[in-house]
């Protein structure tokens, strides 16, 4: 067995199917499919099971796949060491990351880190989706979900609150909501995927509510919500480090404060895979993103996450 077939299985259970695999190593399917085979009969077992869309490793597959995955680890190690020696810190970092949170929290954050690291080529990457984390082109991803996905290596960055709000002038006019139930006939501002079902998980008192109302405005970009739910155009519900600044001026104003709600779930986490070989660039954009999590954490001693809660609001009309 030599080194480049053991490389060959390492990018096809990385990639998850032979074409993605091909287009990496600049193969075609067939090829790389023959060198599989090839691979099998030296050993003389079944590697990885084949369907129409992914491949899987078998038992001996995975256990040849680690000792793979280490080898290529070491010599991407070798060679960062002698590309970057003498240099200053260099290489590309893809970072991908939600919208609010990339350009409110985040944007700050990272243009502190090019001062400090100029030579590092920042690819950074606005989106909201959950899946397809193990793309080439992203080692970094920032995610609001529930759990974590079990093959990635998850780093807790804190809670997110999702907050009801809306302008001062629409509360002391229009109401906002009482009870859980008023969202259904509010015309709600919400972050949500376009072209599916809204669904708001609701928690108080250690019980779980779950609503599906139906916006009036739907979006991925919460500054967009963010100015619609300011100029009066309905009730906003978007994670607190959002508006927390316009609710602190008495902007905005918050309703059912007593609920923790979420739309695409209660934590943030900042995401790799476990296998990938992490460069210098990348291992200290991870240390500095979870340093600036430790300075949150230092401003609220009591454990508080990154993100500020929510302020008290001053009480607004009653929904009429």
């Given at each position: 067995m030599?080194l480049?077939?053991?490389?060959?299985?390492?990018?096809i259970l990385?990639?998850?199917n032979?074409?993605?695999?091909?287009?990496k190593?600049?193969?075609?399917?067939?090829?790389v499919?023959?060198?599989l085979?090839q691979?099998?009969?030296?050993v003389?077992?079944q590697?990885?099971?084949?369907?129409t869309?992914?491949v899987?490793p078998?038992e001996?597959?995975?256990?040849?796949?680690?000792?793979g995955?280490?080898i290529v680890?070491?010599?991407?190690?070798?060679?960062e060491?002698i590309?970057?020696?003498?240099?200053?810190?260099q290489g590309?970092v893809?970072?991908?990351?939600p919208v609010?949170?990339?350009?409110?929290?985040?944007?700050g954050w990272l243009i502190?880190?090019?001062?400090?690291?100029?030579g590092?080529l920042?690819?950074?990457?606005f989106e909201?989706?959950?899946?397809?984390?193990v793309?080439e082109d992203?080692?970094?991803?920032?995610?609001?979900?529930?759990?974590?996905p079990?093959?990635?290596?998850?780093?807790?960055?804190?809670?997110?609150?999702?907050v009801?709000?809306?302008?001062?002038?629409y509360a002391?006019v229009?109401?906002?909501p009482?009870?859980?139930s008023?969202?259904g006939a509010v015309?709600?501002?919400s972050?949500?995927f376009?072209g599916?079902?809204?669904?708001?998980a609701?928690?108080?008192?250690g019980q779980?509510e779950?609503v599906?109302?139906?916006?009036t405005l739907l979006s991925e970009n919460?500054?967009?919500?963010r100015?619609?739910?300011l100029a009066?155009l309905?009730v906003?519900?978007?994670p607190d480090?959002v508006v927390q600044d316009?609710?602190?001026r008495?902007?905005l104003?918050?309703?059912?404060?007593?609920?923790r709600l979420?739309?695409?779930?209660t934590q943030?986490f900042l995401?790799?895979m476990?296998?990938?070989?992490?460069?210098?660039?990348?291992r200290t954009l991870?240390?500095?993103?979870?340093?600036k999590?430790?300075?949150?954490?230092t401003?609220h001693p009591?454990?508080?996450?990154i993100m500020?809660?929510?302020?008290?609001a001053?009480?607004?009309?009653?929904?009429?």
């Amino acid at each position: 067995m030599d080194l480049s077939a053991l490389t060959l299985l390492v990018e096809i259970l990385d990639a998850g199917n032979l074409s993605l695999a091909a287009r990496k190593l600049k193969m075609s399917r067939a090829n790389v499919s023959y060198h599989l085979a090839q691979l099998e009969k030296s050993v003389g077992v079944q590697l990885v099971r084949r369907t129409t869309r992914r491949v899987e490793p078998t038992e001996v597959g995975l256990r040849l796949y680690d000792h793979g995955r280490s080898i290529v680890n070491e010599i991407l190690a070798a060679q960062e060491t002698i590309a970057t020696l003498g240099k200053s810190l260099q290489g590309r970092v893809g970072l991908s990351m939600p919208v609010g949170y990339g350009q409110v929290v985040m944007a700050g954050w990272l243009i502190e880190f090019k001062r400090l690291y100029p030579g590092i080529l920042l690819e950074v990457m606005f989106e909201n989706r959950v899946s397809d984390l193990v793309r080439e082109d992203v080692d970094i991803a920032i995610r609001i979900m529930t759990e974590p996905p079990p093959a990635l290596v998850a780093r807790p960055l804190g809670a997110v609150r999702y907050v009801v709000c809306a302008s001062s002038d629409y509360a002391q006019v229009q109401g906002l909501p009482r009870q859980l139930s008023d969202l259904g006939a509010v015309p709600l501002i919400s972050a949500g995927f376009i072209g599916r079902e809204l669904r708001v998980a609701a928690y108080r008192n250690g019980q779980r509510e779950e609503v599906l109302p139906r916006p009036t405005l739907l979006s991925e970009n919460m500054l967009f919500l963010r100015d619609a739910v300011l100029a009066g155009l309905g009730v906003g519900l978007m994670p607190d480090y959002v508006v927390q600044d316009l609710v602190d001026r008495g902007q905005l104003v918050t309703a059912l404060d007593d609920y923790r709600l979420s739309v695409f779930g209660t934590q943030m986490f900042l995401l790799y895979m476990p296998n990938r070989y992490q460069t210098s660039s990348v291992r200290t954009l991870i240390d500095f993103i979870l340093a600036k999590v430790g300075e949150g954490r230092t401003a609220h001693p009591g454990g508080a996450p990154i993100m500020p809660l929510m302020s008290t609001a001053r009480t607004p009309a009653p929904l009429s």
